[in-house]
């Protein structure tokens, strides 16, 4: 996909013309095709992406994207608040509720490509149980329930939530949905599989997050990320490690609605789940990256960063035994480093060398 970088004010004149409208399938392509161009990236990729200065910096960047009227100056982040509903409920139930709203075969098509691989990677056997987050219009979850799975989901949009059950009551299907944040609803319940289904791109705290769901899966059970916005490398619309993602669809949907519309790129993703305690396992889909997933499994031994006193990731600090050469020696330093960016290549070269036949690459 070919990308334009454009001004602030060329963005706005791009925007002003929705007015005040949603857009349709057809604008919403364009859209992801249009760049901003903005200083604030430059600042991000000197910073190192697991620091708490890099977090400040991207919700700096969001705050100045958002920019919206009706945020009242406050210059801070509130899911309750910014990821707010942006609709009601239609009158049309089974006609009106994204992605069959869009009236886009192509795009249709797409999600269900999406959810296609999301289910064929669950691992679950009869009568398993699935917790999604941000499930949206639900269409998950129904799926779910009508195959004989139990199927919970938790959302911060109550309308999204009455959306679910209007459509469950109607199906006859015992689909069960809370209003809470992400890594919450349930109680402390446990459950096979967890689900971001083009969700877990709205958790600013994602590093805490991923460290949370350990706590909501069973032993041996999977959390799947599918269709989020993963680049394999910076480009203009994701041009950091992560954060908010530059596309006008994307500064759309923040000033609009003050959703955070994060991206990340797919070594930094890997990395966080490593030091999260997770073995990440990406599964492409052919020429369609909605439907592109990563399956996360509770990693086993030492993989993952231990956490210090106050909750930073803290290095390994491996020993080199006596009689090791200072070359070893040296290159035990190198992998004991924080410096995510240095370690990278030492990582993936230890990866195809070690890596089974068919196993795919991180």
């Not at 982040?77 to 409920?89: G, K, L």
């Not at 069959?100 to 269900?112: I, K, P």
């Amino acid at each position: 996909m070919v990308q334009v970088q454009v001004s602030p004010a060329e963005l706005d004149a791009v925007l002003d013309r929705l007015d005040g409208g949603v857009p349709d399938a057809a604008e919403y392509i364009a859209l992801t095709k249009l760049v901003l161009d903005t200083p604030g990236a430059a600042r991000l990729n000197a910073l190192d992406p697991f620091s708490d200065s890099y977090h400040r910096e991207v919700l700096d960047l969001y705050l100045t994207l958002r920019s919206r009227p009706d945020a009242e100056g406050r210059g801070d982040y509130s899911p309750e608040r910014d990821e707010a509903p942006s609709y009601d409920v239609p009158e049309a139930l089974w006609t009106g509720l994204v992605p069959w709203s869009f009236r886009d075969a192509a795009m249709t098509g797409e999600h269900l490509y999406a959810w296609g691989h999301i289910l064929r990677h669950l691992g679950l056997g009869p009568g398993g149980s699935v917790l999604e987050y941000g499930p949206g219009s639900g269409q998950l979850l129904l799926m779910l329930a009508r195959m004989g799975y139990r199927a919970c989901g938790v959302d911060i949009d109550a309308v999204a939530i009455e959306a679910i059950q209007r459509q469950a009551a109607g199906m006859n299907l015992p689909v069960e949905v809370e209003r809470a944040r992400f890594g919450e609803g349930f109680g402390t319940e446990r459950f096979d599989a967890v689900v971001f289904y083009e969700a877990f791109h709205h958790a600013v705290d994602f590093q805490a997050l991923l460290r949370r769901l350990h706590d909501r899966i069973k032993p041996g059970g999977r959390l799947l990320l599918c269709g989020e916005p993963v680049v394999e490398a910076p480009r203009p619309d994701v041009p950091y490690a992560w954060g908010p993602r530059l596309d006008a669809l994307s500064v759309f949907c923040m000033r609009r609605f003050g959703w955070m519309e994060l991206g990340f790129s797919h070594d930094f993703l890997v990395e966080a789940a490593r030091r999260a305690g997770w073995h990440a396992v990406f599964h492409p889909f052919p020429d369609c990256g909605r439907a592109c997933l990563y399956v996360l499994t509770q990693a086993t031994g030492d993989v993952g960063m231990p956490c210090d006193a106050e909750g930073q990731d803290a290095p390994d600090r491996p020993t080199l035994p006596e009689g090791k050469s200072e070359s070893e020696a040296l290159l035990c330093s190198i992998l004991a480093s924080t410096t995510w960016r240095a370690t990278r290549p030492l990582r993936r070269a230890v990866h195809w060398l070690t890596r089974r036949p068919g196993q795919p690459p991180v």
